[in-house]
């Protein structure tokens, strides 16, 4: 059987999904293996390893906008699930965040995702500069929870629910005289799951976006 035609899209896939497979970083030499070519194929479409793995990533991240409601139809709604997805494609890929962050946005992806979310905060009435910061907010809490989460999140659920046991018991070990609200607390820690505490942190973060809106009780 002929070996298929290399082409741009069949490298990006087959980095995807070693990178997807393995926690270390990936080669070229691996790459070309997976595909049946010669390592120096890949410079025919791609000008070097970081232009390779930054189309990996926004390959990565083109399901966050696809399928979404039309603009403004509902902003709150419409970035809770944006959000959701980034997550989502951040705990599943957790070196993600390092390849988004090797460079500016370059690719198509990384602009589509900065600009619905700016619409939606714009359609919710915030001003630009609240926009932009919320934008940010909004960004660092869904990008920054998702690397605390992805190590516990490949895990099975028994092992997770077993590192939240040690984790809760580590807490009521420690000095009730030092640290008292911390093991009174200790059983209310780390409960649910990251996905439940992320919704909260994320309507909590919302709510205060929310207050931002020029003519709400906040802001006034």
Known sequence: MARARLTRELIVEAAA?????????ITLAQLGEVLGVDPTAFYRHFRDKDALMRAVS?????????????PASDWRATVV??????????VGNPRLAELVRSGPPLNRNEFDLTERLLV???AAGLKP?????????????????????AALAAEPPDARRQT???????????DPAEYPTSVRLAGQLYQGDAEQR???????????????????????
């Open 129 to 149: 500069k609240a926009a932009t910061m919320a934008y940010h907010a909004l960004i660092e809490l869904t990008v920054g929870s998702a690397a605390i989460d």
């Open 17 to 25: 999904t070693l990178l997807t497979e393995s926690t270390d970083d």
């Open 164 to 174: 939240y046991e040690r984790w809760r018991s580590a807490y009521r070990l420690l």
């Open 198 to 220: 992320f919704q909260f942190a994320l309507d909590c973060l919302l709510d205060g976006i929310a207050g931002h809106v020029p003519g709400s009780a906040r802001s006034t």
């Open 120 to 122: 939606e905060l714009r």
């Open 81 to 90: 699930e944006i959000c959701r997805r980034l997550r989502a494609a951040h």
């Open 58 to 70: 926004d390959r990565i991240l083109s399901a966050v906008t696809v399928d979404l409601p039309p």
